[in-house]
Nanobody
């Protein structure tokens, strides 16, 4: 069964760093547009970063200069390095292919997408 699972979330102090991982099994990320979304309590699902198949990247304004999305083909894993974390970064974080744009766990386009990983940043 094709699935992807996020990990790496934790509770940190403001200014700290975390590296989120998203490992795929049963399919490959290679060549796909990969994205990280996040959803804070009471807020809508928000696109945080996108890594396109051509290697270009996009970041939401609040993530620019602090977050880096990357991909390791050998591990079939997508990463989100987050530095200088702030309380506003507190949310559940989800990795997806760009064609499966949603927060929360579930099936889309033949893949079971994980339930996310929680990041809590305290001031």
């Amino acid at each position: 069964e094709a699935h992807a699972v996020e990990s790496g979330g934790d509770s940190v102090q403001a200014g700290g760093s975390l590296r989120l991982s998203c490992r795929a099994s049963g399919f490959t990320f290679d060549g796909s547009d990969m994205v990280w979304y996040r959803q804070a309590p009471g807020n809508e699902c928000e696109l945080v970063a996108r890594l396109s198949g051509d290697g270009s990247s996009y970041y939401t304004e609040s993530a620019k200069g602090r977050f880096t999305i990357s991909h390791d083909n050998a591990q079939n894993t997508v990463f989100l390095q987050m530095n200088n974390l702030q309380p506003d970064d507190t949310a559940w974080y989800y990795c997806r292919e760009s064609k499966s744009a949603f927060c929360g766990g579930g099936y889309a386009n033949g893949v079971y997408w994980g339930r996310g990983t929680q990041v809590i940043v305290s001031s």
